[in-house]
């Protein structure tokens, strides 16, 4: 049976000849103190704690943590253990070391990127290892480390692992929290390149699976070389126009999708990678609400409960993730997905199948509102996997795409403008 669960676009979709694993290393992301107390607590409940059950290891290796350090760490660690699937261990390399700059909490990534692995949904797009694993079942690094987090040493920490908050203090188990997420795919490979004058996404030319959800408010992917060359200073302009959203298909967020860091003060190492939740152009400039994945963290802030929207992010990137609603298991049910793009129409859409449901013969209809057939042809998908509709002979209104063959049908509302 066909399944979507919404509409993404990345770099390539070559047609299904030979594709090799590769890996590479990515670079890491960077998290902020901001001097001023939030004195915010946003906590498990205690029946919540006591029903934690773990489907997933995460296993630490501490570089000079003092013991009271450790303690507060492992809190995040058996969060999240007990919210994401896997079968495979997720190992993390954590040091406690200074780090220059007063302001750096920590940084983190993970170890390695990996495209082209078996059982992911998408050839030529970078996954980092814990979720190349999870989704493939593999251990792909020799039991090597998937996740590197520095925490710096000369942070006013709090070590409180029960969300109590002190002024002038940093709750460590936030930023645990927070640490582990950048390691498990919540980052952008998108940056300003040529001094400040391009913008740019890639590593080694092909999106991380994160940047494939980035769009503008209109709906615009950022990755998508129709509209926004790769580098270029349209695309600069749009990564730094306070404007971004990911493109998260859980109804639940329909009429506001998550606000993705895209300050017009360009932040490396932060911009891109992390949720806004600030009201753009405020004068003052205050938070409307605290987010577990903001680009910097507040003193006396306790978030030791990672938010719907964050799992939901997590999740639309592939991670099987516990407690979420509508939340898929890839390694228990996989359900690989059509893309459709761009929805809205303006001259053409492209279809791109993933391997599973190519067939020598699918049928290609496009109808009207009313349920007529407008247009409809046999397509070779196995020999074409990816393959384009013209609409410039179709007025504004409502159509609908349907695909079918002997692996199920597919149909997709459109909208042409």
């Known amino acids: 049976m066909f399944f979507t669960r919404g509409v993404i676009l990345f770099f ?10 590769e890996s ?22 205690e029946s919540d704690k006591t029903r934690r059950v773990p489907t997933s290891t995460i296993d630490v290796t501490y570089t000079n943590f003092p013991d009271v350090a450790k303690t507060a760490f492992e809190e ?8 994401l699937i896997s079968n495979l261990p997720i190992r993390i390399n954590a040091k406690w070391e200074a780090i220059g700059g007063s302001t750096t909490l920590a940084f983190s990534g993970a170890t390695r990127i990996y495209r082209n692995v078996d059982n992911v949904p998408y050839r030529d797009v970078w996954y980092v290892g814990p979720l190349a694993e999870a989704i493939s079942g593999k251990d792909l690094n020799d039991g090597d480390f998937d996740i590197n987090i520095t925490l710096n040493s000369n942070t006013n920490w709090s070590y409180s692992t029960d969300g109590t908050t002190f002024s002038g203090k940093y709750d460590l188990v936030t930023i645990g929290l927070h640490e582990i997420a950048h390691g498990l795919g919540f980052s952008s490979s998108m940056k300003l390149i040529n001094n400040e004058s391009e913008g740019q996404w890639g590593q080694s030319s092909f999106p991380y699976i994160f940047d494939t959800f980035v ?22 302009e749009e990564m730094v126009s306070n404007s971004l959203v990911f493109n998260v298909t859980n109804a639940a967020y329909s009429g506001r999708k998550p606000e993705i860091y895209s300050p017009e003060d360009y932040k490396e190492g932060a911009s891109l990678s992390h949720i806004d939740f600030r009201e753009a152009n405020s004068s003052t400039d205050t938070p409307k609400a605290y987010s577990l994945m903001s680009p910097s963290i507040l003193s006396a802030l306790a978030i030791h409960q990672p938010s719907g929207e964050i799992l939901t992010i997590l999740n639309e990137i592939g991670w099987p993730v516990n407690n979420l609603e509508t939340f898929v298991v890839l390694g228990e049910e996989p359900k690989p997905k059509v893309l459709v793009f761009p929805n809205p129409v303006h001259n053409k859409i492209a279809i791109a199948l993933p391997e599973e449901l190519r067939s020598k013969s699918t049928e290609v209809s496009i109808l009207g509102n009313s349920g007529r057939v407008l247009f409809q042809y046999q397509k070779d998908t196995i020999l074409e996997p ?5 609409f410039n002979n179709y007025s504004p209104g409502i159509y609908f795409l349907k695909l079918k063959s002997e692996k199920g049908q597919f149909t997709k509302k459109l909208v042409k403008r």
Not at 24 to 38: I, N
Not at 76 to 83: F, K, N, T
Not at 386 to 390: M, W
């Open 12 to 21: 390539v979709l070559l047609p299904a000849l030979c594709f090799s694993q």
């Open 24 to 45: 590479a290393v990515p670079e890491p992301v960077v998290c902020h103190a901001e001097e001023h107390d939030a004195f915010f607590q946003d906590l498990r409940e």
């Open 76 to 83: 995040a660690v058996r969060i999240w253990e007990s919210l």
């Open 215 to 236: 769009q503008t408010e209109q709906g615009e992917l950022l990755i998508d070389k129709s509209t926004y060359l790769n580098p270029s200073q349209d695309l600069k």
């Open 386 to 390: 990816t393959f384009y509709i013209n």
